[in-house]
């Protein structure tokens, strides 16, 4: 059987922590999509093509890890793309009551599809995308927080700031 996970995400940008929940979870899966959607909540930094493309600069060559987009509910594209296995990750109890809403929710939708959840390696517990942000937004050093080519990026965006 061949097991397809899905590892849904914002991804703005892609960090050094989902990087190393990838590496970890591709391990246990025949193929893992890195879906990159839309959060209604949330107001990007970086389009769709450019996180799916900082993603793909930031994946090891000729692994099984491919990047798609969706648009719409989550357990539609999954069911839509083979899969019955969503991968979060969970940092601190912080993201505890988000992340069981949504697993619930998405549960409720579509109770086929299973959420999995990986706890962050240690050094990424503290990590977040948004913190990211404003820390290059404020000319502070995102080093070893982020693949280089986020870093570059990061970078680019916020060049006329300092
Ligand atoms: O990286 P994020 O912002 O925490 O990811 C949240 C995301 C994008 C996985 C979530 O908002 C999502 O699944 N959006 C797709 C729309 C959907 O299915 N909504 C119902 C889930 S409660």
Do not use: C, W
């Not at 246990?28 to 996180?51: C, G, W």
């Not at 993603?55 to 793309?81: M, Q």
């Not at 990590?127 to 570059?152: D, F, H, N, R, Y």
């Amino acid at each position: 059987m061949n097991k397809i996970a899905i590892y849904p995400g914002t991804f703005d940008p892609f960090t050094n922590g989902h990087l190393d929940l990838v590496l970890r979870s591709v391990r246990l899966f025949d193929r893992l999509i890195i879906a990159v959607t839309t959060n209604v909540k949330k107001t990007p930094l970086f389009s769709v093509p450019e996180r799916m493309a900082l993603i793909e600069k930031s994946l090891p060559a000729g692994s099984n890890i491919s990047v798609e987009s969706f648009g719409g509910l989550l357990v539609d594209y999954a069911e839509k793309r083979g899969s019955i296995i969503v991968i979060r990750g969970l940092r601190a109890v912080s993201d505890f009551e988000y992340e069981m809403q949504m697993a619930l929710l998405n549960r409720r939708l579509n109770p086929n599809i299973e959420t999995i959840f990986k706890m962050s390696s240690e050094e990424y517990s503290f990590l977040t995308s948004t913190a990211v942000k404003e820390i290059a937004q404020l000319g502070g050093s995102v080093e070893g927080l982020v693949p280089p080519a986020v870093k570059s990026a990061l970078m680019e965006k916020f060049k006329n700031n300092t």
